[in-house]
C-alpha cells in the first residue's frame, strides 16, 4: 500500500533563499514524497533548480504569468507521477509507487483570490469530480475560503453564503474534510487568523488509508503555515521511550542513600 507524507504550502514565493532554506528544513524533518507548492512566483528552471537540490525524481509546475501566481509538484523517488490536469489553480495527478499497483490520486488546489471569483473555485472542483476515475482521491491546497465562522479569529465576521458554498460543493463532490492537528489556523496578517489551507478525502480514500492525518506545522516564512499530510493505512505504534535516570539532589538528605548507592 502506498504510503508517506504530502506537504501541502502556500509559500508566496519560492524564488529567495530564505524560503527555499526553509522548504529544504521541511523536506529533512517531515520526509515528504511529495510536495504541492502554490504562490511560487517562480519559472520552471528555478522549479527545476529546486528539485534538484532535494534530490527529487521529478516535477510539475504552472509557471508564474500575467494571470498566475505560479503552482509546483515535486516528487521524491520510488513513486511515479502522472499528469491529469493542471491550470492556475490546481495540479491534478495520479501517484502510484514504482513496482507496484498501489495507486491515488491527489489534486492540489489554489482557490481564486478575489471575493467575487470565489465560485469558479467551486466550478473548478465540480469539474475535477465529474472526470472519471476510480482511485481513492486526496485533494488539499490553499481555498482562500472558510468554512464557518469557527475558523476565522478577528477581523468583521464572513459572509455566510460563500462558506455555504464551499460547504456544499464537498459534498456534492463527495469529498469530506480531514480535520487537523496542530493550530486551527493556517494564514494570518496582524489583525485576522484564518483556516485557509485543508485536505478533504473520498469515501474511497478513507477506506483505503483509515489511518490518515493533517497536521498544521508551524509558521514559515509565508504567511501561511504548511499543512502535512500523513498518508497511512495501517496505525503507527511508536516505541514507549525509556526514561534516563537523573539523580536528584534531595536524596543526599536520606539517611539511606550512601547505603544504596553502595549496594547497586
Request: charged fraction near 25%; proline fraction near 3%.
Amino acid at each position: 500500500m502506498l504510503q508517506g507524507n504530502i506537504l501541502i504550502w502556500n509559500c508566496r514565493g519560492i524564488v529567495c533563499n530564505e524560503t527555499q532554506r526553509a522548504l529544504i528544513d521541511l523536506v529533512q524533518l517531515k520526509k515528504p514524497n511529495l510536495i504541492f507548492l502554490a504562490e511560487t512566483l517562480a519559472k520552471p528552471s528555478c522549479i527545476d533548480s529546486i528539485t534538484s537540490r532535494l534530490g527529487f525524481a521529478g516535477s510539475i509546475c504552472y509557471t508564474h504569468e500575467e494571470g498566475s501566481q505560479g503552482l509546483a509538484l515535486l516528487w521524491s523517488n520510488g513513486i511515479h507521477v502522472d499528469l491529469r490536469t493542471k491550470s492556475p489553480h490546481h495540479i491534478d495527478v495520479e501517484v502510484c509507487e514504482q513496482g507496484s499497483h498501489a495507486s491515488y490520486r491527489f489534486t492540489g488546489i489554489y482557490g481564486f483570490a478575489a471575493r467575487g471569483e470565489r465560485n469558479r473555485t467551486w466550478d473548478l472542483i465540480r469539474t475535477l469530480a465529474a472526470e472519471r476515475c476510480d482511485l481513492a482521491w486526496l485533494m488539499a491546497g490553499d481555498f482562500n475560503e472558510i468554512m464557518c465562522q469557527a475558523d476565522k479569529s478577528g477581523g468583521v465576521p464572513r459572509a455566510v453564503a460563500p462558506m455555504a458554498s464551499f460547504r456544499h460543493t464537498m459534498v456534492d463532490c463527495g469529498l469530506v474534510d480531514m480535520g487537523f492537528s496542530g493550530s486551527r489556523y493556517t494564514w494570518s496578517n496582524k489583525f485576522t487568523k484564518e483556516r485557509l489551507d485543508r485536505s478533504f478525502q473520498s469515501i474511497q480514500w478513507r477506506d483505503s488509508y483509515p489511518y490518515s492525518r493533517t497536521i498544521t506545522l508551524p509558521p514559515n516564512e509565508s504567511d501561511h503555515c504548511p499543512i502535512l499530510v500523513e498518508v497511512r493505512s495501517e496505525q503507527h505504534h511508536f516505541r514507549k521511550a525509556s526514561r534516563r535516570f537523573r539523580f536528584e539532589e534531595m536524596w543526599h538528605g536520606n539517611e539511606q542513600c550512601h547505603a544504596i548507592i553502595q549496594k547497586n
